[in-house]
């Protein structure tokens, strides 16, 4: 697979997965299956596993990263830890923080979108 072809599919995910895109959670995973399910179809001769497991975990942080935007507030954030099962102090510390959403869907990788 090329480099082109990487990165045009790297740009159509990135429109789909934009925190700023109207759509519902469900949407995006639909819109997401339908593009994965063409490209897949599409290189399923191809060797590209290791790029697709590379792949996956942008994606995942992507999707972490527009529900962390969603919540909004810190207080909307720390209700959704604890519902999530985050004890009170890592939860309101979490909703806190001055970190970035990238960064915070990092670290909260183990909770937010289990595998």
């Given amino acids: 697979m090329s480099e082109k072809g990487w990165k045009t599919l790297k740009q159509k995910i990135k429109a789909i997965t934009r925190k700023t895109t109207p759509a519902t959670f469900d949407e995006r995973i639909h819109k997401l299956k339908e593009l994965q399910r063409g490209w897949l179809g599409y290189y399923r001769m191809a060797s590209i596993q290791g790029k697709l497991r590379d792949l996956d975990r942008w994606v995942r942080n992507r999707l972490r990263y527009c529900i ?46 289990l595998p």
Avoid: F
Wanted: glycine share 6%; proline share 2%; net charge positive.
């Fill in 68 to 113: 962390w935007h969603n919540w909004k507030k810190p207080e909307r954030k720390r209700k959704n830890l604890i519902r999530l099962g985050v004890d009170q102090n890592h939860a309101y510390a979490w909703s806190r923080t001055r970190k970035g959403g990238w960064a915070v869907a990092k670290a909260l990788s183990w909770l937010l979108l």
